[in-house]
């Protein structure tokens, strides 16, 4: 099994419906993130969890929520899905600065 | 202006070539810089880790210039799978977040 696994790998949603992007970690490491990619651009953070009582925004985090439900769960909610929430979310985990990433799931919101 | 900035590319290079990628961070407070590579549509991979003496890992040799807050990756000897998109990555020991360029797409070609 991998160390990080994201489900689902990938999801067609209609604009206005809720989704919600889980991520499941073996690694044991306080430090879960969610990413997104679009197109010709680096990963971008959303939100970052430092424990399970610790959330904090990243630079885009309008439009999304997460819950730390335990240490190895992060989940990632888009409440109503927009078009321009297409894109490539990694979920990862850390210890320090060694990260690992989940595989991603490839989201499209029509 | 971006924390991390990258030229995108593609760079096209023939089998064999040498080819050089910059990347240019804004936060004097960064503390640690990667490299990573991104195959296409899946998650980033730590390539090298970059170091102020300077570091070489086989092909690869990756360099930081903290006065000029720059880094480098240089590859020589390019092979057809080293094509990929790599990612210059600094981490703040304060926030504790890695913070990713766009990346720079390479096309090693026959």
């Known amino acids: 099994d991998a160390d990080v696994t994201q489900t689902p790998r990938n999801r067609i949603t209609k604009t206005g419906k809720r989704i919600m992007l889980e991520c499941s970690q073996t690694k044991g490491h306080d430090r879960m993130y969610w990413y997104r990619q679009d197109p010709g651009l680096g990963l971008r953070l959303i939100y970052y969890?430092?424990?399970?009582?610790?959330?904090n925004k990243g630079e885009i985090s309008d439009g999304y929520s997460v819950s730390r439900q335990a240490q190895a769960k992060f989940s990632l909610s888009l409440e109503s899905a927009i078009p321009n929430q297409t894109a490539l979310y990694f979920c990862a985990t850390s210890i320090g600065v060694n990260y690992t990433f989940g595989s991603g799931t490839r989201l499209t919101v029509v | 202006r971006k924390e991390v900035e990258q030229d995108p590319g593609p760079f096209n290079v023939p089998e064999g070539a040498t080819v050089a990628f910059n990347c240019t961070y804004s936060?004097?407070?960064?503390?640690?810089f990667f490299w990573y590579r991104q195959d296409c549509r899946k998650e980033p991979k730590l390539l090298m880790s970059?170091?102020?003496s300077g570091n070489e890992d086989g092909r690869f040799t990756a360099q930081l210039n903290r006065a000029s807050q720059y880094i480098s990756l240089l590859i020589r000897d390019s092979k057809l799978s080293d094509s990929a998109t790599y990612l210059c990555v600094v981490h703040s020991g304060n926030t504790g977040k890695l913070i990713f360029g766009q990346g720079t797409t390479l096309q090693v070609k026959p």
């Open positions: 969890s430092f424990d399970v009582k610790d959330i």
């Open positions: 936060n004097s407070a960064s503390q640690s």
């Open positions: 970059v170091y102020s």
